[in-house]
């Protein structure tokens, strides 16, 4: 049997070799800047004092104390009767006088009447339960509100954001190659 020659050859692969890291980041978020004050609300409150008007002028007129004017009103508008009830005893004493011839004694007897007395007068004013007038006048109270308020004051902050790089390394791992191998040749032959 004949044998041929044969040529080998080999060939080996290129490897790339990659070594990498992954990168990291780093997010942080400040928390927002919250500012909130408030106003308290105000209340005023004003209460005017109310008016007590007491009028006691008829009950200081019905003891007799009330004011001058009216005492001598009363009197001179009584003065005009009190004088005609006077005049009237005048004559009933004159017609008196005039009996004398009946046996009565008219002299003693008109002496006996005669007395100074002004009770006829009536200068003081009418005695009432109802002398003194009270009257109240009440005063609404003075209500002054202001609202009070809330201030709110939000500042958002920005994120902060950081990165960092990973590693990328590319390299041959393994070069390619190519062996041939040629046969054996007997040169003998």
């Known amino acids: 049997m004949v044998s041929f020659p044969h040529i080998q050859i080999r060939q080996t692969p290129a490897l ?9 980041q780093d997010i942080r978020q400040p928390r927002a800047t919250f500012e ?6 105000q209340q005023e409150i004003r209460q005017p004092r109310g008016e007590l008007e007491i009028d006691q002028t008829k009950a200081w007129d019905a003891l007799g104390r009330g004011p001058v004017l ?47 007395n002004f ?34 004051q939000t500042h958002p902050n920005r994120p902060e954001y950081e990165y960092y790089r990973g590693k990328l390394d590319i390299y041959m791992q393994q070069y390619p190659k190519v062996e041939i191998t040629p046969p054996e040749i007997d040169y003998q032959a």
Do not use: C, W
């Not at 790339?16 to 990291?24: E, N, R, S, V, Y």
């Not at 909130?36 to 609300?41: A, F, I, K, Y």
């Open 16 to 24: 790339i070799g990659i070594d990498a890291d992954l990168g990291t």
């Open 36 to 41: 909130m004050t408030t106003e308290r609300p």
């Open 70 to 116: 009216e005492s001598f009103n009363r009197i001179y508008s009584q003065a005009h009767q009190i004088a005609m009830q006077g005049i009237a005893r005048i004559v009933e004493n004159g017609n008196r006088l005039a009996q004398i011839h009946l046996k009565t004694n008219a002299i003693a007897d008109n002496a006996e009447q005669i007395r100074y």
């Open 119 to 152: 009770s006829e007068f009536d200068i003081v004013g009418e005695a009432s339960y109802d002398n003194v007038d009270i009257f109240y006048t009440a005063r609404r109270p003075e209500i002054n509100v202001i609202d009070g308020k809330v201030n709110l």
